[in-house]
């Protein structure tokens, strides 16, 4: 991976993705692959949420990647490279599996990550608002 982007830490983009992480599954309540639509809000939301997570995971460090091997960021970074990229071509059929497969171990990898964090020095409380 690399950094890069906005002037974040490594320790702000692990925190983007848990954020990213905790988006996606509240819209995930109540869903199963055949409400997957092109077009449809929560879909949406859902695939904006997946590129904000990997563009997240795309600039984190080399050194942070390697320290956390559990986090699938080259995978994560690599999903939100075909989103945008070949926003033409979404197979909602690799985005539902993503969703139901990896999603869960990112988040089970993510949370003690996360959980053990510092806050960022300087970080406005309601920073979560913006995320």
């Given at each position: 991976?690399?950094?890069?982007?906005?002037?974040?830490?490594?320790?702000?983009?692990?925190?983007?993705?848990?954020?990213?992480?905790?988006?996606?599954?509240?819209?995930?309540?109540?869903?199963?692959?055949?409400?997957?639509?092109?077009?449809?809000?929560?879909?949406?939301?859902?695939?904006?949420n997946?590129?904000?997570?990997?563009?997240?995971?795309?600039?984190?460090?080399?050194?942070?990647?390697?320290?956390?091997?559990?986090?699938?960021?080259?995978?994560?970074?690599?999903?939100?490279?075909?989103?945008?990229?070949?926003?033409?071509?979404?197979?909602?059929?690799?985005?539902?599996?993503?969703?139901?497969?990896?999603?869960?171990?990112?988040?089970?990898?993510?949370?003690?990550?996360?959980?053990?964090?510092?806050?960022?020095?300087?970080?406005?409380?309601?920073l979560?608002?913006?995320?």
């Amino acid at each position: 991976m690399r950094s890069g982007g906005a002037d974040y830490r490594d320790e702000d983009r692990l925190e983007h993705m848990m954020c990213a992480v905790k988006r996606i599954r509240a819209k995930m309540v109540g869903l199963d692959r055949s409400m997957l639509a092109e077009g449809d809000d929560r879909t949406e939301l859902i695939i904006y949420n997946m590129q904000v997570l990997g563009e997240a995971a795309n600039n984190v460090s080399d050194e942070m990647c390697a320290k956390h091997p559990e986090v699938d960021f080259k995978g994560w970074a690599g999903m939100r490279h075909r989103l945008v990229h070949d926003y033409a071509n979404i197979d909602l059929n690799i985005v539902w599996n993503a969703l139901a497969d990896d999603l869960p171990k990112l988040e089970m990898a993510l949370k003690p990550i996360v959980d053990a964090l510092p806050q960022s020095p300087g970080a406005p409380e309601n920073l979560n608002d913006f995320l």
